[in-house]
């Protein structure tokens, strides 16, 4: 294969869609961006809308095409924000309804409902993941329950329902092929990780009927070709890998051994690591398929944090400061937070505590304390969250996890990687790629056509400074305001 020979990767994300050509070196060769709306009807709902959304993916692909000028492209490959559902008409292609986006928390009812019948354990059991409104399968039952006719008409199977990928993959192919990847699957919580396929009791628990579910494939599968008049795309330009964004990036950073974690730092950090075998979490981790090749499906653990990049923002806020940036200044001009810790519960804290009702705490403030002191408890926030979903994956694992192979916005931060290493106690290499999820997409896709493209280098390195003496003083002042958090009951205010 020739370094001209490139795969269009596309990552379709919640706040932006973008497109890269990348070659089987790994190096992008062009690349463009379009911003996607998100709406807030009602408190704790968000949708985006399924038409912008392929609007979006054409108009990235056109411009990076464009921008290319005349270069053969292989194939091409999809990463996407994971979770978010659409249903819609099987002859038409046309959405019955919004795209209910994984945020939206409309389905909470369902779920209840189902928790307090007795169903959460056998849930959990099958699809590696906690009953939640995050997850599509109580989100189709909404749309089919509130969405005029719907559910009439997928009884009579004229509806299709999918994840991002399968909405996109529609719609390159003209509406000619219905499928996911395992990856997608296993976080509808309609897919049973153990058989690899969809679970019936489940589809019966959640009243979604089985005729409106993709195929699933694995997720470096030729899943059909660009149809003519779909996109800039040449007709008959393979589809060559779909996998969800979080696990793309673990397939970015070249990670395919247990033992190293990827952790993605945006708005909330996702941390994942590949499992020798399903391993059902006990300690708040879901348990996930990383991706699948070849039809063999590669386990993972997941962990996602609610709040992590987003608390440098939320406390920049709050001290009066431009950003992030400034924040991350001010931090930088005192030695340590002076016992001051922040737990940024902002919207409950998720793994691995899984408390909704949760709400942010500041504690160990005494008259010494200055906003410098606040803005680095703030970033040693971002790190001891990461640090307890590690431990968390640690015990379930029963042994100890490696390096950690960070992205994401504050993985440019030295200050809190340097940070996130002492707490640690393991390296932490920040990606030098900003668009990692996309170069896993893309490496996916060469991997498809039997090439290794190489993982995504680091562009820096810590390594753990801080004594063994110092660092269990940190983990205590956390770990007591971790407690502290938890043990005051917000669910008057929730
Ligand atoms: O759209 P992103 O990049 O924020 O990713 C969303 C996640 O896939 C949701 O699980």
Not at 390 to 400: N, T
Request: glycine letters at 10%.
């Amino acid at each position: 294969m020739t370094d001209r020979e490139l795969i269009l990767a596309i990552d379709q994300g919640t706040t932006n869609t973008k497109a890269l050509l990348v070659d089987a070196t790994g190096r992008v060769h062009s690349q463009a961006s379009v911003p996607n709306l998100v709406t807030y009807p009602r408190p704790g709902w968000a949708e985006q809308s399924g038409i912008d959304l392929i609007a979006g993916v054409q108009t990235v692909i056109a411009d990076v095409l464009a921008k290319a000028g005349d270069v053969p492209i292989i194939g091409v490959g999809i990463s996407n924000q994971r979770e978010s559902i659409l249903v819609w008409d099987a002859a038409t292609g046309v959405p019955v309804g919004p795209l209910v986006i994984w945020q939206c928390r409309r389905s909470a009812p369902k779920c209840e409902a189902l928790r307090a019948d007795g169903h959460a354990e056998a849930i959990e059991s099958r699809t590696g993941l906690a009953l939640d409104p995050l997850f599509p399968a109580a989100k189709i039952t909404w749309l089919l329950d509130n969405v005029p006719g719907a559910r009439t008409r997928a009884e009579k199977g004229e509806l299709r329902v999918g994840t991002v990928d399968s909405w996109l993959l529609w719609n390159l192919t003209g509406g000619t092929v219905h499928t996911t990847d395992h990856s997608n699957a296993s976080r509808t919580q309609l897919f049973n990780t153990k058989t690899l396929s969809w679970d019936e009791e489940l589809c019966t628990l959640f009243d979604v009927p089985m005729s409106m579910l993709a195929e699933i494939k694995s997720s470096d599968s030729r899943f059909g070709a660009t149809a003519e008049g779909a996109c800039a795309l040449p007709a008959g330009t393979p589809i060559l890998s779909m996998i969800g964004d979080s696990h793309a990036a673990l397939f970015g950073h070249g990670v395919r051994e247990p033992g190293t974690v990827k952790g993605t730092y945006g708005t909330g950090t996702s941390l994942m690591a590949l499992t020798p075998e399903r391993i059902r979490s006990t300690h708040g981790i879901s348990s996930t398929i990383a991706w699948s090749q070849n039809g063999k499906a590669q386990y993972a653990l997941e962990g996602n944090i609610s709040v992590s990049g987003q608390t440098a923002a939320f406390v920049a806020e709050l001290l009066g400061l431009a950003d992030a940036a400034t924040l991350s200044a001010l931090a930088e001009t005192v030695p340590d937070s002076n016992g001051v810790t922040f737990v940024p519960a902002l919207v409950g804290l998720g793994a691995p505590y899984w408390r909704s009702d949760a709400r942010g705490t500041m504690t160990g403030m005494s008259l010494g304390t200055k906003p410098a002191h606040l803005a680095r408890a703030a970033l040693e926030a971002i790190a001891f969250q990461v640090a307890d979903v590690y431990a968390a994956m640690e015990a379930d694992m029963g042994s100890a996890l490696g390096e950690l192979r960070a992205d994401g916005g504050a993985s440019r931060n030295p200050l809190v990687m340097q940070f996130q290493s002492d707490i640690l106690g393991r390296p932490v290499a920040a990606a030098a790629a900003p668009e990692v999820s996309a170069l896993g997409a893309a490496a996916l896709a060469f991997s498809a056509l039997g090439t290794a493209m190489p993982g995504v280098p680091a562009a820096d390195k810590y390594e753990p400074s801080m004594s063994a003496a110092e660092c269990a003083n940190h983990r205590q002042r956390w770990a007591s305001a971790v407690t502290q958090t938890l043990a005051t009951n917000n669910k008057t205010t929730s």
